[in-house]
């Protein structure tokens, strides 16, 4: 493990494999290093590529900061920065779901991301968005984390029955442990816009999986619409997914025609 300390002073633990031109991957809600798709997805694109995964601020090993801190969008994207930084100052960044949204506000504000792959960004700026922020905030803030979890699962899609299957689970508790951070991606979720999109100036690329929702088929041409010139695959795969063999190839060609 390894980490960089975020302009806040937040350490952010990160890992690196790989040799050739810098892609960060951006992990979307309930993941980080230890639980999530970042690994196997890092692990094909290190044949080309030197590969950052990291655990966002709260998440794994990373630290995080108080609440007198600045906004939890300026914190993330801070810590994205600080990863460019580290990794020479330019990257190719891959978000995944809300890891999606932060890439993109990321690109906004700061210099060195030199394309974007984002796979399936969800709704964003929604009222609908707002007011889970709010409610995952009430429950974790009450210490019903266990609620908050399952709260954001059903709002996410997932079936009832799977939710009450997943309460005995052996990851439920790392789960609970980080279900603040549902706060925080939600947050970056809902406020952001995707009238802003118009002025993201790098080549961008969004990938869906052809078995997810309408909903995120949705929101992914939308966000396709949004970006200039901004490409668009749907790759056979599952809920929310695509396998890291078949994704992988994908950006590997986009970042090499975008170098």
């Known amino acids: 493990m390894n980490t960089v300390t975020s302009s806040d002073g937040t350490r952010i633990a990160f890992d690196r494999v790989g040799e050739g031109p810098a892609v960060i991957l951006v992990d979307g809600a309930m993941c980080y290093r230890g639980a999530g798709p970042s690994g196997a997805l890092a692990a094909e694109l290190a044949r080309d590529f030197t590969v950052y995964t990291y655990d ?27 990863l460019v930084e580290h990794a020479g100052g330019t990257a190719f960044v891959f978000g995944h779901s809300s890891g999606a949204v932060l890439a993109l506000e990321a690109s906004l504000h700061a210099k060195g991301i030199a394309g974007l792959a984002l796979f399936e960004p969800p709704p964003v700026g929604s009222d609908a968005e707002a007011a889970l922020r709010d409610r995952l905030d009430e429950l974790v803030r009450a210490g019903r984390r266990g609620e908050a979890v399952e709260v954001f699962q059903a709002a996410v899609g997932i079936p009832p029955a799977m939710i009450a299957g997943m309460r005995n689970s052996p990851f439920r508790p790392a789960l609970e442990a980080i279900a603040h951070t549902l706060v925080y991606d939600t947050t970056i979720t809902s406020s952001a816009r995707t009238d802003r999109y118009a002025s993201v100036a790098v080549p961008t690329l969004l990938v869906d999986s052809q078995a997810s929702p309408e909903t995120l088929h949705t929101s992914t041409r939308t966000v396709a619409r949004a970006v200039p010139g901004a490409l ?17 190839p994908v950006l590997t060609h986009f970042f090499n025609e975008a170098s």
């Open 56 to 82: 966002r601020r709260g998440r794994g090993e990373s630290g995080d900061s108080d609440a007198t801190a600045a906004p939890i969008v300026e914190r993330e994207i801070a810590d994205l920065v600080a």
């Open 232 to 248: 668009h695959r749907s790759l056979p795969g599952g809920f929310h997914d695509v396998e890291a063999s078949l994704l992988a």
